[in-house]
């Protein structure tokens, strides 16, 4: 079985300053890791993925994420954030011989001017 | 290269209808995959299609069926329609072990 959490149902920032968004899994065997953006009424949009090699992985926008294999978290950060980041923000996880990807429920991140 | 597409993007459907919802995959993309998204929460795995075959299913009952034709479109059937199937129906496409794309989803309420 695999699965994600996000703890955070909301995070808020001030412009300019770091963002952080957290994510753990479970997964049985080696995991991949995504993070996704989603804005009001639209699908989910592909920021980064960790699939193997090295821990910190960047990505669209300004994002990265680093792989803790020790405390299975693979949080999404970004260290000056805008007020257009701010969305829903999704970690999902896949198990290397599984086809689906396991969603966590979502992080709300909202930054102020 | 136009992405993943979804029709429609919006549907009311009454209880007990059907329902089907297409998605055409991004370019040089061979698997499709589909997930609900209720209200508030994570998208759930639905099923996904490779070599026009489901490969693999989430928890979701029979009433949920899908295809994929040989262009590698795909379409999901949902059949006798609950109020507690509405929600945003997401297609991804993939190639590979790549990640997934994902379209603007198909709102989906049933009154």
């Known amino acids: 079985a695999q699965s994600v959490a996000q703890p955070e149902d909301q995070v808020n920032v001030a412009e300019g300053n770091p963002l952080t968004v957290k994510c753990t899994y479970s997964v049985s065997g080696n995991p991949y890791l995504f993070w996704y953006v989603q804005y009001p009424n639209r699908g989910l949009q592909f920021l980064l993925k960790?699939?193997?090699?090295?821990?910190l992985v960047k990505g669209s926008y300004g994002f990265e994420a680093e792989f803790n294999k020790s405390q299975t978290s693979f949080h999404l950060k970004k260290p000056s954030a805008l007020v257009s980041d701010s969305a829903l923000y999704f970690c999902a996880v896949r198990d290397y011989n599984d086809y689906k990807l396991s969603f966590g429920a979502g992080t709300t991140v909202t930054v102020r001017a | 290269d136009a992405g993943v597409t979804q029709s429609p993007t919006h549907l009311i459907k009454t209880r007990g209808q059907q329902v089907t919802l297409r998605c055409s995959p991004k370019s040089g993309h061979d698997t499709v995959s589909w997930y609900q998204q209720a209200l508030g929460q994570g998208p759930q795995f639905i099923f996904q299609?490779?070599?026009?075959?489901?490969?693999q299913r989430g928890n979701f009952p029979d009433r949920f069926s899908g295809h994929q034709f040989p262009n590698y479109s795909s379409e999901l059937n949902v059949n006798a329609l609950l109020l507690g199937d509405s929600a945003l129906y997401l297609c991804?496409?993939?190639?590979?072990?790549?990640?997934?794309?994902f379209g603007q989803g198909t709102r989906l309420t049933v009154v």
């Open positions: 299609y490779y070599e026009e075959e489901e490969r």
């Open positions: 960790y699939i193997t090699g090295d821990n």
């Open positions: 991804a496409s993939s190639f590979y072990a790549g990640e997934a794309f």
